[in-house]
């Protein structure tokens, strides 16, 4: 059973940068696919990227490959989400998951494991 917990969430203005963090632990973190997911009010729960246990795999999606940057540590059972440019439609609780395997896939049904979420409010 893998335990996901989401922070570095915050309020910030338009144009600014955050950092989220997603520490994992009761699972072999190193072996599973790891994402970030978010969701808006009133809205679907949205894929943003996925990143292998290992050799760099990634996937975006179009909507943030330009601006967000998906890592991992692999020592430390942490994930990171390095969000810049941020636009008041980024607004958002940003979720971090995990399956095991190693296709990056985008569905949220894919996903067995998932973080409470932190909240990013960016403001215009």
């Known amino acids: 059973q893998v335990h996901l917990v989401e922070s570095g969430g915050g309020w910030v203005q338009a144009g600014a940068s955050l950092r989220l963090s997603c520490a994992a632990s009761?699972?072999?973190?190193?072996?599973?696919?790891m994402a970030w997911f978010r969701q808006a009010p009133g809205k679907e729960r949205e894929f943003l990227v996925a990143?292998?246990?290992?050799?760099?795999?990634?996937y975006y999606s179009d909507s943030v490959k330009a601006r967000f940057t998906i890592s991992r540590d692999n020592d430390k059972n942490t994930m990171y989400l390095q969000m810049n440019s941020l636009k008041p439609e980024d607004t958002a609780v940003y979720y971090c998951?995990?399956?095991?395997?190693?296709?990056?896939?985008?569905?949220?049904?894919?996903?067995?494991?998932w973080g409470q979420g932190t909240q990013v409010t960016v403001s215009s």
């Open positions: 998951a995990a399956r095991s395997g190693s296709l990056l896939r985008t569905r949220v049904e894919d996903y067995a494991y």
């Open positions: 009761g699972g072999t973190f190193s072996y599973s696919v």
């Open positions: 990143t292998a246990s290992s050799g760099g795999r990634t």
